[in-house]
C-alpha cells in the first residue's frame, strides 16, 4: 500500500507505540486523526506534527464509550472526508495475580484491549468499504502468543484480538480490505515504565522507534502479521507449540523473581 494521501484513524495516538507510529506515517505522506483519552498530551502530539507538516485531526475520547468512537469515525470524515487505514492501538494493562484484581481492571482491559477495538471496526467498516483501497491494523501482543505468569486477563485480550484479526482478514479477502496484526514485544513506552522485569524476565524493551518502522514496513508491504522480538521470540513460540511444558517448568522457576518485578505494572 502507498501510504501518501491516506486517511488514518490511530486510536492510543498520544504517545507510545500510537504517536511513534503517527510520526512515521506523517513523514510518509498520511493524513491522520489522533484519539486518545489524555487531552492535554494528545493535543500537544497534534501541535508537534503539524510543525512538521502533516495533516492531523485530535479528538479527546475513551474508545470504549460508543460516543467517543462515534466521534472518532466523524472527524475523519469531517477533516478527509473518509477512512483509509484503521489503526487499532489503544490498550490498558494490570499485572499481577487474578485472584488479586478488582473486577474494574478486569473489565476495563477486556473493554479496551479486546471489546472496543471489535466495536470500532464494525463501525468503520462502511467507510474501509468506501475507499476501495482499506486497512486494518491490530496491534496486539506478543503475549497473546505465549501466555506469561501474572497477565491472564491481558493475555486473553489480546490473543482474542489477534484471532478476531485474522478471522476478519479471512472474512474480508477480495473485498478491498486488508487485516494486519501486529505482535509487539516489550516495547520502551510510557505503558511499560511501571514494569520493572528486565532481559532475565524475558522481558527485553525494545525502542518503539522501531516496532513503528516495523509496523509501516507491513503496513506497505501489505503483510499478515508482524510478530517482533527476534530469534529469541521465534524460538520460544517453537517450544511453546512443541514442547509447552518446558516452558512451564521455566516459568516455575521465574515466578518469585517475576511477580515481583511486575507487580506494580499498572496502566489503566
Known amino acids: 500500500m502507498d501510504l501518501m494521501?491516506?486517511?488514518?484513524?490511530?486510536?492510543?495516538?498520544?504517545?507510545?507505540?500510537?504517536?511513534?507510529?503517527?510520526?512515521?506515517?506523517?513523514?510518509?505522506?498520511?493524513?491522520?486523526?489522533?484519539?486518545?483519552?489524555r487531552e492535554t498530551p494528545?493535543?500537544?502530539?497534534?501541535?508537534?506534527?503539524?510543525?512538521?507538516?502533516?495533516?492531523?485531526?485530535?479528538?479527546?475520547?475513551?474508545?470504549?464509550?460508543?460516543?467517543?468512537?462515534?466521534?472518532?469515525?466523524?472527524?475523519?470524515?469531517?477533516?478527509?472526508?473518509?477512512?483509509?487505514?484503521?489503526v487499532n492501538n489503544a490498550g490498558v494493562v494490570?499485572?499481577?495475580?487474578?485472584?488479586?484484581?478488582?473486577?474494574?481492571?478486569?473489565?476495563?482491559?477486556?473493554?479496551?484491549?479486546?471489546l472496543a477495538p471489535i466495536l470500532l471496526t464494525r463501525?468503520?467498516?462502511?467507510?474501509?468499504?468506501?475507499?476501495?483501497?482499506?486497512?486494518?491494523?491490530?496491534?496486539a501482543s506478543a503475549l497473546a502468543l505465549v501466555g506469561v505468569p501474572f497477565y491472564a486477563v491481558y493475555a486473553g485480550a489480546k490473543a482474542g484480538?489477534?484471532?478476531?484479526?485474522?478471522?476478519?482478514?479471512?472474512?474480508?479477502?477480495?473485498e478491498g480490505i486488508h487485516v494486519l496484526t501486529v505482535y509487539p514485544g516489550a516495547t520502551d513506552t510510557p505503558m511499560m515504565?511501571?514494569?520493572?522485569?528486565?532481559?532475565?524476565?524475558?522481558?527485553s524493551k525494545e525502542p518503539v522507534e522501531a516496532v513503528?518502522?516495523?509496523?509501516?514496513?507491513?503496513?506497505?508491504?501489505?503483510?499478515?502479521?508482524?510478530v517482533r522480538g527476534g530469534e529469541a521470540r521465534a524460538q520460544m513460540l517453537e517450544t511453546n507449540r512443541t514442547d509447552p511444558a518446558a516452558l512451564d517448568r521455566r516459568f516455575l522457576g521465574l515466578k518469585p523473581a517475576l511477580e515481583e518485578a511486575v507487580r506494580g505494572h499498572k496502566a489503566l
Open 161 to 174: 484480538i489477534g484471532r478476531f484479526g485474522e478471522a476478519l482478514r479471512r472474512e474480508l479477502a477480495g
Open 212 to 226: 513503528a518502522e516495523a509496523i509501516v514496513a507491513g503496513m506497505i508491504a501489505g503483510a499478515l502479521e508482524i
Open 123 to 139: 463501525a468503520a467498516l462502511p467507510l474501509l468499504r468506501a475507499s476501495g483501497e482499506a486497512m486494518i491494523v491490530n496491534v
Open 42 to 86: 494528545l493535543r500537544e502530539a497534534g501541535q508537534a506534527l503539524r510543525a512538521q507538516d502533516v495533516e492531523v485531526e485530535t479528538v479527546a475520547g475513551d474508545v470504549a464509550d460508543p460516543a467517543a468512537r462515534a466521534a472518532f469515525l466523524d472527524a475523519a470524515v469531517r477533516a478527509f472526508g473518509g477512512l483509509d487505514i484503521l
Open 193 to 203: 515504565r511501571s514494569n520493572n522485569a528486565g532481559p532475565e524476565l524475558g522481558f
Open 94 to 114: 494490570r499485572a499481577g495475580r487474578l485472584e488479586s484484581m478488582d473486577e474494574a481492571e478486569i473489565r476495563a482491559m477486556v473493554e479496551v484491549d479486546l
Open 5 to 37: 494521501g491516506k486517511r488514518v484513524l490511530v486510536t492510543g495516538g498520544s504517545s507510545g507505540i500510537g504517536l511513534t507510529l503517527a510520526r512515521s506515517l506523517g513523514a510518509r505522506g498520511a493524513r491522520l486523526v489522533l484519539a486518545g483519552r
